[in-house]
Each structure stands twice: as C-alpha cells, then as structure tokens.
C-alpha cells in the first residue's frame, strides 16, 4: 500500500475539501429521499477495491451523486465483466498497430476544450466516472490469449482520476500536447485519461485522451453530451433530458460483427475484384530523410473564397451529389496532377453505425472504404463527378464489410511493389470540431496537434474554419512525402476548388496548372548511366539521401554496365551504419526505381582531378552472400515458418506474401529466439533476410556493449564491508530503515534525491544522489553494497519501478536483497483471511501487479551469481510519526474517511454482515516495527514472501479513534453498502516475521494515530 504523499497534495486537499461539502449536502439529499433506491452509494457500489496506490488523487472525486446513479446502476447491473469477447475488426487493426510499434500517438484521440466560467472538478471527476460506469468500452482491457485477441470489461473504478495542474495559458499547449503523447497501456483497461489545467479561478482547460481502440468521432459527441448531463446532475444545476437508462455496449457490436463475418464471402469476392490489380499513387519521396525523433505529421492549408462552398453545394445538387462526393472529385483530380496516374484509389471514412439500435453507442465503428476511380480519357470536372460519386456510392453500399478482411483477401495485392500501402490517401470534409459544453460555462474548442499520421497524404475541406473562413487543407506524413509536394498539393487542391466552382465543365487539363515537386522516378532516366560520368552519379537520388544522412562523409552511384546501379558509401566514423541498414533507408525513402541493388561502403572514394567520382577505380559490387551466423540463420528459418516459404537473402517481406500480422507474428518469433528487441513495424522497414540479419546485428552489439557497461564496479575502498544499500530513504518507509539500521551500527547507502538528500545525513550513513529512473546510479550503488533494502516506489509509473528493480538485480553479486512489496499483490482473495505467499485471487491492480513482478525478479535471481538470499516483505497501511506517511493518511486510501472526521461530517461505514462478510477494516503496520522486520530479514532472509502486520481495525474502531482525536465527534453510522474506498476485508497473517514485528511500548493504534494527528503533525490537515 501507498507510504508516500502524492505530489499533488495541496490540489488534493482543496478539491477533497470541496466534495466532503458536497457530500454534506447530497447526504442531506438523501436522507430526503429515502427509499428511492438512487442514493450514491448505489452507483459507487460497482466493482472490487482498488490498490491504494494506484486510486486516483482526491482531485476526482468519488463517483457519487444522487440523480446520476439510476443510469448507472442499470448500466453496469448488465456488465459483462471478466468474460472475453472477440474484437471488431476495426479494434483488430489498433490493436495490430500497437503490436507493431512506432504508431506513437496517431492513434490517440485528444478532446481537449477551454472551458470559462464555474468549473467543479469534483462533479466533473463525478461525472466522468458516472461516464465510464456507463459505457463499458471506457472500462476495458485488450489482450492476448494463443495468438487471438481479446477484450475483457473491468468493473467500474472507484473514481476516475482527474489531474489538475496549475498553468499559465501560455504554456498549456505543450502540456497538452505531452498528456495526449503520453503512451496507453491497453492491458491495463483505462479507457479514458483527464487533466485539467487551471489558468485561474474561472478559466480552465479540460483534457480527455483515449485511445482509437475504443473512440470514434461519433461517440466524442456521445460523450461530450452525457459528460454534460451527468456534471449537471452532480453539481445540481438545471440541466438537459436525462439520459437513456441503458445505453447499447460496444462489446456487443463486436460479437454481433465476430459472428456475422461467414456470411461476407461474396461481397468480399466483389471487393477483391474491384481492387485486385491497384496499385498505390506514385507520390513523391522526402529529398533527404527525416530526422530521427522528429515529427512525422505536419499540416499545411489554404483560404477559399467566402462563396466557395455555397458554390460547390449547388453544384453537386445539380448533379445528385453531396458536397463531400464534390470535394472527393477534386482530391482525385488534384491527386492526379500530383503523380500523373489515371487510376487512382483514395479512402474515404464510413461507419457500422446504423438504426436507432446503435444511436448512443461508443466505440470504434468507422471503416475505411477505398475508392477507385479511373480519370483517364482526360473528363471534364462534371463527368469525373459522375465517375466518382458512383464508386462512392458503391462503396458505401458495402460499409459494413470490414477493410482488414478487404486486405487479407487481396494479400500482397494489398501494397504496392515497394511495401507501400494501397489506401495511403484519404479525403473528407471536416465539420465544427465537438466541444465539452457544460452548464453554466462557456466553450472553445482547443486544437491538440499529434506527431503522428495515419495517412501518408489526407485532403481536406473546411466549410467554415475556425475563424468562419474556409479553407482546405493537406495532412501528410513528412517521412514519407516532400514537403514541397505536399505545400504545392494544398495550393492545386485550392485552385481547382476555385477554378470548378466557376465552370464545372473545364476539362482537367484545362484546370489552373499546379505548383508542383517531380517525382523522383519523374526525373528523367536514371542520372547514373553505364558511361561511367562520375558528376552525374554524385546528383543520383541515392547519393544525394546518402549525403544527407549524418553519419556518411561522400556517396555515390554507378551503374554497371551489366546489372542494376551500385552505391558507394564513406562514414563518417567506423561505427556508423552498415551498408544494409543504408540500403534499407533508401528503400524507405526513395521511389522503387531510384533504389540501386546495394550500398558498398568504403574508407575513401576515388576521385578524379576534376572532383567526380572515378568510376574506374571503385571496386565491383560486394558480394550477396546468404546472412551467416546465428542470427542470420533465425531469420531464415522464421521467414520459412511464418510465411511457408524459404527465402533468398534479399527477397522482399511482401513479395513473399507478408503482411501487418505476419510482421507481428515474425518479430515475436525472433524476439524469443534471440532475446533481441524486434517489432513488428522494424519488420516492415527493413523487408528482407539480409537488411533483418544486420539490424538485429547491429542491436545484440548495443545490447553486449550495454551489458558490459552495467557490470559492477570494483568495490570502492571508501565503503565499508557490511554497508547496506536503501532505497527510498527520505520515504516513509525508508526513512524507518535507515534509522533501524543506523541504530544498529551497520553503515549504510542511503539513495534519495539531491532536494532531500540532507534529511538523511547522519552518523554512519553515506548518502547517494539519485532515483529510480537513475539506472546506471541504480547499478552502481548496489555494486557498492553489501546488501540491499529496496524501498522506493513510484507508486503509479509502473514501468520505471520495473526498470529499476530489473537493473538492480541485475547489479546485485552478494549478500541479501529485501524487496518492500504490498498486500496488494493478493489481489482481492475469495476468503477473509490471507496465509503467507498466498497465491493471488481476484482482480490485481496495476500496482499490486507491478509489485509482483518485482518480487519474482528478485526472488529468482536470489542464490545465484554469488547472490545472497531474498526475501519480499509485503506490507498493507504504514503508520508513523513522519510526514509523507501523515499525507498518506490525510489525502491517500482513507483520506475520505480521515477529513470526514476532521470535519465532524458524518460518516457511513458498512455494517458487519453486508456482503456477506462479518468484518470491514484495514491492516495496518507501525513504520519502526516495519522497519525491525526488515533489518531481521538481512541477517535471515525468508526466502520467499512475508507478511508485516502490526495489527486489524475495524472502520468503525477507525472512524472513532480519529473523531475522539481530532475531537470532531462525527455521527458514525452503519448501512447496507460498502463504498468502494471501505470495501476491504481481509486479515493478513504474519508468522514468519512475528518476532520483529512485536508491538514495543507507544507502537499501538492508538499512539500512532496520535502522533500523525495531534498537534506535533503540523497544521497542514
């Protein structure tokens, strides 16, 4: 359980404050309304405890409120909680996505508005959770189980955290934009995040990112609506109609689709006719590649005329069609003149929503419907239109069919020779964006840029753009697209717009000509002819991107006589890239017909007197040898399983039938065998044996020189034998520890951050700088050490205390190690009391997960490599007289309960018997007894897991010792419900560490309570 104070304690306290008042007054509701069966607990009563530490700051207030629960207590009363459903094909290709890696945060959904006026975070946070109670796809977790994925509902959280942050307007777009970046864990189930950053008491802006897995379009207006209504109810303002007691669940949709799909066998005949010979459009290629870590999206626009799209309605009215099918003619023709291909295909967005059945669903229900249109024959602008809007037409007749199954029907038809996507272009026209209107606020929408881009080009017009002015605008992928082409694409999009307008019968060729970059393969013949003009090689494409990466010195391109062209390299330093990686950057960056057969690299290139290149003194082509070596062989063979067929060392990943899960499936395979990093999207970009074999080279080198880099140091003379590394040591924890030991005479390491390095300084104990995110810091303390007490946590950022633990281990070559771990690794178990090393039951939060993992790093490692035994020492609430453990108690797990007394509010406990259950309570630990059982598990390890229990409290023992303490004299009474921050009732044994753990004079509850509550704590309750 959580030991250290959040960072945000001060916006804890005030927002906590705020909902104790308003709790106060729904209870005095409630009372009003006895009988009625809406009371708050009813919509709080929804799901199983949550660790304390990964509960949400006191900012977000409980999801209680005594006109919203009815909704949601029919909402999650039909939960499909814990059972595995499959998913819909659209959820399949994020999920995919995410498997492959290097998305980033394209797929993020950012729903960020500046919201003026009143603003109650505490009914907001109340609202969202309502929110999430009521639509399961906000509550959900996606895995894998022998190969297929699945999602699984989760019960409703206790609260849904809301973050607030305090800001200057000016800096909101960076933090904005970091919290929408900031990566998902679709594992986990947390469907929704929220920030809030106050720029001042009326001024706020509200941010709410999910992810596309589970949001559309559609559902944010579904969900700005709801947001609304439930934030009324819970601030008691007039609002709109009450909502729909039980909305249709996404779950639902997806099985309904799962078992629908045999039946599509024939329109997917039809589909895969109508695309089976399509190529992607020739667009053209960044001149230099981007940067790596730079932005891949990047946005450019135009105005239009005023009348513009009042013209272009009329215009499709006249010919039976919509402004949108207007503008798709118009990104067909525009995409013409930029590539110079008659038959073209572009996607374009639809939707599985249909019938009143679906109305209120959230979810992801959009698809992607390509349309091909052939433009040759030079048509007018009118003519095209009938063109394109009957395939459009056609296309939408077959929305329902998901696009993946088009793709895996159309195999490696599905991308172009060169791996390109075949639906790489998109158009739409883009709507008033949605915005989170609340009442008695005002509302502006709040654009969030993302670095990434689903499309490599997407065309699109705005009616009435922000400032009421249309305009059109192109979305690219400068990794993928010039830049240039892309600025001269908006500009033609813009023109032509104008130019059919005024005259739709124009023929195309007769439209405004475009500003436009050519095409590398537009450029003439190949620069590097056989007559071996070195000048020309140098102005190849492949010498000019090979010049501009930064580790090549000089590059050229020769063309045999005989035989494709050859690059010559020169690096800048030895250990730069390898010829296949260089070559696997072209074949990247460059059009098919640019890329030469191979990258030489040599330490200097001839030169004649004139400064060409000699082509007469460069060596022959480097052999193409098979890949050799272990690596070389796994990649073979794991070619030959996954795509049952042997390859040749340069034969293309698509050509040889690949696709997005089969690069999934082949990077797995080869992560396991060779315990290297591989995704699925590296797959993808290098494509074949060779350029595979040397990236995962070049990566078991880094790993070798990383490893050799972390061994440990040479045990420093100035450290003495028996000193004992802690971790943590300013923490609540830590703290007790460091004292424990110090008063032992045993020298001590003690780790803690540079601002809070002084309160640990003492006799006999050496203070280390650093934190857990400080890994090399990690490794070279514990190689200093004798022993190792890890009681850091960072409580939320799982993955850090992951990295860190694993990197101290990995440190570790003598003596014992005690990891700190939590109760909240049993999970929720089925019976009241818990054995030691108790396997865990119920659902595990990610904390208590997290500390599971941790405990079995160390627990394996213990004994081996010179190792020392170890031992995990689980632990529930702390109690002492230190700070961080007095913020616990005010604003953590039992903050509710603990400011409810401070404030004689009354409180409400769950009487013995509700539920089924005879006792509610909490374990709890003294931080000194704590800290002895810790020191005895250094001189005799346990060799497994421990319990650290200093004792049970009933709720109401609780509640009656802090009211008689803070001299309040709060009501206390017992119902028949258990809200979800009290549903914990479970007694932990603790008989291996029984000794150490005996109570000393002034450790009992009673003492303890007053020494974190009494006038010595400070006045900061």
């Keep these: 359980m959580s030991t250290d104070a959040d960072a945000a304690a001060g916006d804890r306290r005030r927002q906590l404050q705020q909902e104790l008042l308003r709790r106060a007054r729904a209870g005095t509701a409630r009372r009003a309304t006895a009988g009625s069966g809406t009371g708050p607990d009813t919509a709080r009563d929804t799901g199983p405890e949550t660790g304390p530490d990964e509960r949400a700051p006191l900012d977000a207030a409980p999801a209680a409120t ?28 994020m999920w995919l996505m995410e498997r492959l890696g290097g998305a980033g945060d394209s797929y993020h959904v950012p729903f960020a508005t500046r919201v003026g006026g009143p603003f109650d975070v505490a009914a907001f946070a109340t609202a969202l959770t309502s929110l999430v109670a009521r639509h399961t796809i906000l509550r959900t977790r996606y895995a894998e189980h022998d190969g297929e994925p699945f999602q699984e509902v989760l019960p409703t959280p206790r609260t849904v955290p ?132 730079s932005p891949a999206a990047a946005v450019h626009d135009a105005p239009l005329e005023p009348g513009v799209p009042d013209a272009l309605r009329a215009l499709g009215a006249q010919r039976q069609a919509t402004l949108f099918a207007v503008s798709l003619t118009a990104a067909f023709a525009a995409l013409h003149r930029l590539t110079g291909d008659d ?52 296309a939408q007749s077959h929305r329902h069919i998901p696009f993946d199954l088009v793709l895996e029907r159309l195999g490696a038809g599905a991308r172009g020779t060169d791996g390109t996507a075949l639906v790489g272009v998109t158009s739409d026209v883009l709507g008033e964006p949605t915005v989170l209107r609340l009442p008695g606020t005002s509302a502006a929408y709040v654009d969030v840029p993302s670095d990434g881009a689903k499309f490599t080009l997407s065309y699109g017009l705005e009616p009435a753009g922000d400032t009421g002015s249309p305009r059109v605008l192109v979305q690219y992928d400068a990794k993928a697209l010039d830049a240039a082409a892309a600025q001269a694409a908006v500009r033609d999009y813009a023109a032509l717009l104008h130019a059919v307008a005024a005259d739709p019968d124009l023929a195309l060729s007769a439209l405004p000509l475009p500003e436009r ?125 996954v ?50 074999t040397a990236l995962l080279d070049e990566r078991a080198d880094r790993q070798s020189e990383a490893k050799a880099a972390r061994r440990p140091a040479v045990r420093s003379r100035e450290v003495r034998p028996g000193t004992v590394l802690v971790t943590g040591a300013t923490g609540g924890v830590g703290a007790f520890v460091v004292r424990e030991l110090a008063a032992a005479g045993r020298p001590v390491l003690a780790l803690a951050r540079p601002e809070s390095a002084h309160l640990v300084a003492g006799e006999g104990i050496e203070v280390v700088e650093g934190d857990l995110a400080d890994l090399a810091g990690l490794r070279d303390a514990v190689a200093r050490a004798d022993a190792v007490v890890h009681a850091a946590c960072t409580f939320t950022r799982h993955e850090v205390d992951l990295a860190a633990t694993e990197a101290m281990v990995d440190a570790w ?160 009474h017992e119902t028949g419900t258990v809200p979800q921050d009290l549903d914990h009732r479970w007694h932990y044994d603790s008989v291996r560490l029984a000794r150490p753990l005996r109570a000393r004079p002034g450790e009992d509850r009673r003492t303890v309570l007053a020494e974190m509550t009494g006038p010595a704590a400070g006045a900061r309750a």
């Design 517 to 641: 970059a050519a095409a590398p393969e537009e450029a003439g013949p190949d620069p590097a002819e056989p007559d071996g003009s070195g000048a020309e090689g140098d102005r190849h494409p492949a010498a000019r991107a090979l010049r501009a990466h930064p580790e090549v010195a000089d590059a050229t391109v020769v063309r045999p006589a005989q035989g494709p062209a050859v690059a010559y390299a020169v690096l800048r330093d030895s250990a730069g890239p390898s010829g296949a990686e260089l070559l696997g950057l072209l074949r990247r960056t460059l059009a098919p017909g640019v890329v030469p057969a191979a990258v030489t690299l040599l330490d200097a290139l001839p030169r004649t007197a004139e400064g060409p290149a000699d082509s007469a003194r460069l060596p022959g082509p480097s052999p193409q040898d098979a890949p050799g070596g272990p690596r070389g062989q796994a990649v073979t063979e794991a070619f030959s399983a």
């Design 343 to 394: 038959d073209l295909v572009i996607g374009v967005a639809g939707t599985h929503r249909r019938g009143t059945a679906m109305r209120g669903l959230v979810g992801l229900c959009v698809n992607t419907l390509p349309v091909r249109v052939n433009l040759s024959g030079d048509p007018s602008f009118a003519r095209l239109l009938r063109r394109v809007n009957d395939a459009l037409l056609k």
């Design 813 to 972: 070559r003598r003596g014992p190690f005690v990891f700190v771990s939590s109760v909240d690794a049993y999970g929720h178990p089925a019976t009241d009391r818990v054995v030691e090393e108790a396997p865990p039951q119920g659902q595990v939060s990610p904390y208590g997960r997290a500390k599971l993992d941790c405990e079995d790093m160390v627990l394996r490692a213990a004994g081996t490599g010179g190792r020392g035994g170890a031992s995990a020492v689980r632990s529930p609430i702390v109690w002492g007289a230190h700070d961080r453990l007095r913020e616990q108690l005010r604003w953590g797990a039992l903050g509710s309960l603990y400011q409810a007394a401070r404030q004689g509010l009354p409180i409400e406990l769950p009487a013995p018997g509700t539920g089924g259950h005879a006792w509610y309570g909490a374990a709890w630990v003294h931080a000194a007894a704590l800290a002895r059982a810790v020191a005895e598990c250094l001189d005799r390890p346990v060799h497994g897991v421990a319990n650290a229990c200093s004792g049970h409290v009933s709720w109401r023992d609780l509640a009656q010792d802090l009211t008689e303490l803070l001299g309040t004299g709060s009501a206390v």
């Design 162 to 293: 809301v973050h607030v942050v305090d800001s200057e307007p000016d800096d909101a777009p960076g933090l904005l934009r970091r919290e929408a970046a900031r990566p998902f864990d679709l594992t986990a189930g947390d469907g929704v995040r929220a920030l809030v950053l106050r720029h001042g008491p009326q001024d706020h802006t509200v941010l709410l990112t999910f992810h596309h897995i589970g949001m559309d379009g559609a559902s944010l207006e579904t969900v700005a609506g709801e947001l609304a209504v439930l934030y009324a109810a819970a601030t008691g303002a007039p609002g709109p109609q009450p909502l729909a007691e039980a909305p249709p669940q996404y779950v639902d949709h997806a099985r309904r689709e799962h078992d629908g799909l045999p039946g599509l066998d024939g329109e997917l005949d039809d589909w895969t006719a109508l695309l089976a010979d399509a190529a992607p459009p020739r667009l053209p290629r960044p001149a230099t590649p981007a940067r790596t870590g």
């Design 643 to 692: 795509l049952g067929v042997g390859p040749a060392p340069d034969d293309d990943f698509f050509a040889l039938g690949g696709h997005s899960l089969k690069a999934v499936q082949l990077a797995e395979r080869l992560r396991t065998d060779l315990g290297l990093p591989l995704t699925g999207l590296d797959v993808l970009q290098a494509r074949t044996p060779r350029e595979l």
């Design 66 to 93: 005594a006109t919203a629960p009815a909704a949601t207590a029919t909402a999650t009363a039909a939960d499909p909680q814990g059972v595995r459903a499959p998913l819909s094909r659209a959820q399949q290709r």
